[in-house]
């Protein structure tokens, strides 16, 4: 049987962020919402919850994926919304995401400003807000922001893309 993992993301508009982790095969779950970690419990940002099975898609491809569709070497006014971060459930998972990224590091020119931070709550967005982009990808925010993104997920990432993403 395999087993089932979760991770969370942030980084962009969880509109984006859902979309992305939505297109992909052995992505079992997902839960848009706002995330705050363990060292700021107070301080949510927009962020995904990705419950993923191993056996489909490796915790390291998730990890670079989320890299490649979103700005994680730039650091810009709107951080507190949106940081670029990857959230652990077991302390565990901390040694095994700083080792991911140290060798992810290596495709990028300049220094990747993603934290790695342990989860302490999340909150769910609003019920409405669930599923954005595949509920219409012809609404203007989804054509200019996220479609973008899947175009990257498509070329990059071929193998891991679900075939009923157009």
């Given amino acids: 049987m395999d087993k089932v993992f979760k991770v969370g993301f942030g980084g962009g508009c969880h509109w984006c962020t859902e979309a992305v982790f939505m297109a992909l095969n052995g992505v079992e779950k997902l839960e848009q919402g706002f995330i705050a970690p363990i060292e700021n419990t107070a301080d949510f940002s927009e962020a995904v919850i990705v419950h993923y099975n191993a056996a489909l898609i490796a915790l390291k491809d998730l990890v670079a994926i989320h890299l490649d569709t979103h700005r994680s070497t730039e650091n810009h006014s709107m951080r507190n ?3 670029s971060a990857v959230y652990f459930f077991k302390q565990e998972d901390e040694i095994v995401l700083n080792g991911i990224m140290t060798d992810l590091q290596q495709d990028f020119e300049i220094p990747l400003i993603t934290s790695i931070l ?3 709550e999340f909150k769910s967005s609003e019920e409405r807000f669930h599923n954005y982009y595949f509920s219409d990808t012809e609404k203007p ?4 922001h996220i479609s973008p993104k899947i175009r990257i997920l498509k070329e990059k990432y071929a193998k891991h893309v679900s075939p009923q993403v157009q």
């Fill in 141 to 144: 925010f989804c054509r200019t």
């Fill in 118 to 120: 342990r989860f302490w």
């Fill in 81 to 83: 919304k949106y940081r």
